[in-house]
Structure formats: C-alpha cells, structure tokens
C-alpha cells in the first residue's frame, strides 16, 4: 500500500513536477507476465521516476547500503526502499551476484515487473558501460523478455553527488521487448550470456545515444579513484596558509 501512496500521493506528483518527464515507447511494457525492465542508470532519481510512470508496480535489486545506513536518516532510508517494494543486495563477496540473480528469479517466478540496471552502478560521467552478465542470467532462466528503457536528462538533473535535483525535463524512453528463447537451457554458456548482455546493452544504447565504453563502470570508477590518490601523494601535503 506504501508503494501505490508513494506513487500517486507523496512522490509521484512532485516528481512530474520537477522532472516534467516525456514518455516514449510505454506500450512496449507488457501490461501482465513476468518480465525485466533494463536501463541505463544515470541518477539516484531514476530510481522513482521510472515507477512513477509505469502502470505497472515494478521492483528494483537496490545495494543494500540504502538499508544499512547509521542513524535517524538510515533507519528512515530503510523504511522507505522496504516499503516501496524494494529488494537490498550486498554487492561484496562473491556471492554478491548469485545472490542478486536468486533475488530477481524470485521477484519473476510471480510474474511481476523487474528492474535491473545491468551496469551495476551509476554512471560517473553521463556514458554508458558494460553491462554485467547477471541479466541474461536471469532472462533466459526465467524465459522473459527484457524491455530496453532509456533515461535521458537525468545526469544533467541530479548528477552523482547532488542531493537536490535541478528542475528541468527529461525523457523517460521504453524500446521493443527482447526475447531470448533462441538460448533457452544455454544460460551456462559464457559466450551466450555475454552476447545476450551485448544485446541488451546495445538496445539502451540505442534509446539513450549516450557514448558507450567497453569496460565496467566500477573498474573505470576504481582506476580513477586510484589515480587521484597517486596524484595527491606526489604533490605532498599541502602547507597551511598564514
């Protein structure tokens, strides 16, 4: 009940207030059946506006440090992603991504509407990366299609590291289901899931027309955040002004 008062009553309003989002392509969802909805992930926004345009309740695997955090604002956090239908995965370990995949299955196995965002993580500079193969896992186990969906403006609305959105519109884009049943029984097969993946990938890409990069975004995020640190420790410390 939280999920549809957050859709129709508190947050749904206020974010087609403040985002303005254009639909495109929303009949390309099933209106019934199990089957995944694959974006691109650009903003903590995306997160609400794409439920708020559905018909349809949708459920996210969201990391699980949204339902960890310390204090007042982390229990209130929690609350929030638990009663919004959403489904916390620990991406440490590596159990990480079985555990996701069995998450998703569950979510499929009664014919509802899942979301994945098969980067992994948010976007740190507006393009977009490879996908991880947990989605087609999860597609061809399950035998559902997979809806392509684009978000667009999103980046420049509430980039990684701003708490307030800018008030501007964007473009929420849904493209034709993909269907895989080409590979059924063949979900072991690397070679196939990564072609799989590639194919989903290329459909956002597509929709979105963002630059794409062929490497993960947490290792391009990983190598960039070592490189900062080699930089700071070869200019030293700095000396405190007088």
């Not at 989605?135 to 978000?151: E, F, Q, R, S, T």
């Amino acid at each position: 009940m939280f999920y549809y008062l957050l859709k129709y009553v508190l947050l749904g309003p206020l974010l087609r207030l403040v985002f303005r989002p254009r639909i495109e392509g929303l009949e390309h969802v099933p209106s019934s059946g199990a089957a995944i909805v694959a974006g691109n992930h650009l903003s903590f926004s995306d997160h609400f506006l794409m439920p708020a345009v559905l018909k349809r309740r949708i459920t996210f695997l969201a990391k699980a440090e949204y339902f960890t955090g310390p204090g007042l604002k982390g229990r209130l956090t929690a609350f929030f992603f638990h009663s919004a239908g959403q489904i916390p995965v620990d991406r440490s370990g590596k159990e990480a991504g079985q555990a996701a995949i069995r998450e998703g299955l569950g979510v499929l196995s009664k014919g509802e509407l899942l979301g994945i965002y098969p980067e992994g993580t948010r976007s740190h500079d507006g393009r977009l990366y490879k996908g991880k193969v947990g989605v087609a896992v999860m597609a061809l186990k399950a035998g559902v299609p997979v809806v392509p969906c684009a978000m667009i403006g999103t980046f420049e609305a509430q980039p990684p590291g701003r708490k307030i959105p800018r008030i501007r519109p964007v473009v929420i884009r849904f493209g034709e289901p993909l269907e895989f049943s080409r590979y059924a029984g063949m979900e072991n097969e690397k070679a196939v899931l990564r072609a799989v993946t590639d194919e989903i990938m290329y459909a956002i890409l597509s929709l979105s027309e963002q630059e794409y990069v062929d490497q993960y975004a947490a290792d391009v995020k990983a190598a960039e955040a070592e490189r900062r640190t080699a930089e700071e420790r070869r200019r030293g410390p700095r000396m405190p002004l007088r």
